[in-house]
Nanobody, 120 residues
Framework: QVQLVESGGGSVQAGGSLRLSCVASRYIYRMAWFRQAPGREREGVAA???????YYADSVTGRFTISRDVAKTTAYLQMDSLKPEDTAMYYCAAARAPSLWYAPSAYEYWGQGSQVTVSS
């Protein structure tokens, strides 16, 4: 069992930046960030595996950066140039094995969620 604890998020004006953090209770293969806006499906934002390979949704490429600490137990999501359409609940997720990085069903463990609100 892996516990994920998120921190960060909040409210910011368009063009601003926020950073999310997610601490895992132990080393795990892949950590990712998903988001879900009201009335919409949960979507993959970014993911990173232990060898350093990263994946991004087209909508955030060039604006968001995912990283992990050396111990591979903490993941970060640096969000720059935020837009109102980035407003959502953001969830940290973790998976033990390779699979489609953007599929929620591929992740066994989830954080509690952090609200990100971007005003215009």
């Amino acid at each position: 069992q892996v516990q994920l604890v998120e921190s960060g998020g909040g409210s910011v004006q368009a063009g601003g930046s926020l950073r999310l953090s997610c601490v895992a209770s132990r080393y795990i293969y892949r950590m990712a960030w998903f988001r879900q806006a009201p009335g919409r499906e949960r979507e993959g934002v970014a993911a990173m595996v232990t060898d350093g390979q990263t994946y991004y949704a087209d909508s955030v490429t060039g604006r968001f950066t995912i990283s992990r600490d050396v111990a591979k137990t903490t993941a970060y999501l640096q969000m720059d140039s935020l837009k109102p359409e980035d407003t959502a609940m953001y969830y940290c997720a973790a998976a033990r094995a390779p699979s489609l990085w953007y599929a929620p069903s591929a992740y066994e463990y989830w954080g509690q969620g952090s609200q990100v609100t971007v005003s215009s």
